[in-house]
């Protein structure tokens, strides 16, 4: 169960935990290359013999941010939202692996639409402009792959949207945390 105690750690985890299975389907794959495919390569049910490892990692992690949200943003409605949005959004991009096709599509720009949202409530939350550029970056990492093919595959921006919008969520977690318990 988490508590407001376990805030911090379980947040963590819900981060580590799905990049430590998008590290270790890659690095098993023996094909991945993150220049030139997305990330969700490493889930296709039919085409990845990793995909159970990158599937779980994803859908533990998105229902760890959802449980993490649910208990340490409570307070904080739009942090919560946010926090719910992204966590089960990344539920679904597991469940929605590519085998679906336009589905999948969705579903992933949902989840890095989250993380847009995500910093935008912690800036508004915690009145500070502070993830402003961390958003700019990854609106930037996603222009160039989209608008002018760099790089070819999706997983550069993919990691960078994820890299920026995680200390940002762990720190609200730890505030949240620090708030909860003295109230």
Do not use: Q
């Amino acid at each position: 169960m988490i508590t407001l105690r376990s805030c911090v750690a379980t947040a963590a985890l819900s981060v580590l935990l799905p990049l430590a299975s998008i590290m270790t389907a890659s690095l098993a794959s023996g094909w991945f290359d993150p220049l030139r495919n997305a990330l969700s390569d490493l889930g296709h049910a039919a085409r990845s013999r990793v995909a159970p490892i990158f599937n779980w990692g994803l859908s533990t992690g998105g229902l760890m941010i959802t449980l993490v949200s649910a208990v340490c943003f409570r307070k904080y409605r739009l942090l919560l939202a946010a926090g719910m949005a992204t966590g089960y959004s990344l539920v679904l991009v597991a469940v929605f692996d590519e085998i679906y096709g336009p589905l999948h599509f969705v579903v992933s720009v949902a989840f890095f639409l989250s993380l847009a949202f995500t910093l935008a409530a912690y800036a508004a939350t915690f009145r500070t402009l502070t993830p402003l550029p961390a958003l700019a970056a990854g609106i930037t990492a996603w222009i160039l792959h989209l608008g002018y093919n760099i790089p070819k595959g999706a997983a550069i921006p993919e990691l960078v949207s994820i890299l920026l919008c995680a200390p940002f969520y762990l720190h609200a977690a730890l505030t949240c945390s620090r708030v909860g318990a003295r109230s």
